[in-house]
């Protein structure tokens, strides 16, 4: 319940338990170096308190009074926080070639920003729950996901001989679950020979090494220039 006039006291209690929140939650981002860590994560859930407290002290209980030309509605200050938040949330996503990271960063302190709308209001209850449940997903729901198989791309190019000038990569590395798409060729000083780039895709979870199998079966046919992952994770 939304207290109308809140004492001094109140108002601490909903500012440290917004700091407490955006700690817990912000620890995350920290230890994995992320650009929005622990203090960008304890301000943005301030300031959703701190406007949220704001809009309770401006609330008003009465109606527009007959002489009066406009009346001001306090509930646009939380909707202007969380507007602003979109801007951070927008710098702390990156674009890196075919990746894109920041996201989960992003949605953390839009949820941070949430989490402190509710201390801010005084709704304690909602706003301890959406902050154990938001530690759960970003620390429990971490290791679920390095579990789960995704798709890995790598460049490989290789040089090919006279024998074979074109290659046979596709059909070396099908049996091992591999996936490979021509992408380009050139000259080189073999004779009828040529450097040939392949894009290999295969499923794998994060939590397991890079194999090097494929590698060895191609290696056994082919001179191998360079393998290069293509990174395609969020962070």
């Keep these: ?36 860590g622990l203090r960008t994560t304890i301000l943005v859930g301030l300031a959703a308190a701190l406007a949220m407290i704001l809009a309770n002290i401006l609330l008003s209980t009465a109606g527009k009074e007959a002489d009066s030309f406009c009346v001001m509605d306090p509930m646009r200050l939380p909707l202007g926080v969380l507007t602003g938040v979109g801007f951070i949330g927008g710098g702390a996503i990156l674009k890196q070639g075919g990746s894109v990271k920041g996201v989960t960063t992003a949605a953390t302190l839009w949820i941070m920003t949430a989490i402190g709308l509710c201390l801010g209001a005084g709704q304690f209850v909602l706003g301890v729950i959406a902050t154990g449940l938001t530690v759960v997903v970003l620390w429990a729901m971490r290791w679920i996901d ?13 040089e090919t001989g006279a024998a074979d000038p074109t290659g046979d990569v596709k059909g070396l590395i099908r049996p091992l679950g591999y996936k ?12 009828q020979g ?17 194999s090097l199998d494929v590698l060895a079966v191609i290696s056994r046919k082919y001179n191998i220039k360079s393998f290069e992952m293509i990174s395609t994770g969020e962070l």
Excluded: C, K, N
């Design 146 to 158: 390095t579990q789960i198989p995704r798709e890995h791309r790598a460049v490989l190019v290789i």
């Design 194 to 210: 040529a450097l040939m780039a392949y894009e290999l895709r295969w499923m794998q979870p994060e939590a397991e090494d890079a």
């Design 180 to 191: 490979a798409r021509f992408l380009r060729s050139g000259r080189t000083d073999v004779l």
């Design 1 to 36: 319940m939304t207290i109308l006039h809140p004492t001094l006291q109140d108002i601490l209690l909903r500012l440290i338990l917004a700091s407490v929140a955006g700690s817990l939650i912000g620890f995350d981002r920290g230890v994995t170096g992320h650009a929005a």
